[in-house]
Nanobody, 123 residues
Framework: VQLQATGGGLVQAGGSLRLSCAAS????????IGWFRQAPGKEREGVSC?????????YVDSVVKGRFTISSDNAKNTVYLQMNSLKPEDTAVYYC????????????????WGQGTQVTVSS
């Protein structure tokens, strides 16, 4: 299993970024993939999740607040996180993770992680 998160960078507050999570080594349509983030000195927190088996999407409202959109392209085995209206508090390393055992979005019950991509939002 491999998960590669890309698309991070430096953006000004109010700007947008689209993160990509390219997946391989498993049947993409059978599993859920989630986005998480970890800011310096803080615990990792969930952001969003998309479940390919049933098409269900979850957002952590306290984090996303209507600004982020998760989507997937099953033909490309890729999950995206479109982030708009970015704020300095969104600065973190963003990770994608696979729900290998549960196959559906189940909180922190992830099994495989990508290497993360840094998102920095300047004020």
């Amino acid at each position: 299993v491999q998960l590669q998160a890309t698309g991070g960078g430096l953006v000004q507050a109010g700007g947008s970024l689209r993160l990509s999570c390219a997946a391989s080594g498993f049947t993409f349509d059978d599993y859920a993939i989630g986005w998480f983030r970890q800011a310096p000195g803080k615990e990792r927190e969930g952001v969003s999740c998309i479940s390919s088996p049933d098409g269900i999407i979850y957002y952590v409202d306290s984090v996303v607040k209507g600004r982020f959109t998760i989507s997937s392209d099953n033909a490309k085995n890729t999950v995206y996180l479109q982030m708009n209206s970015l704020k300095p508090e969104d600065t973190a390393v963003y990770y994608c993770a696979l729900y290998g055992r549960t196959r559906h979005c189940r909180g922190n019950l992830t099994d495989y992680w990508g290497q993360g991509t840094q998102v920095t939002v300047s004020s």
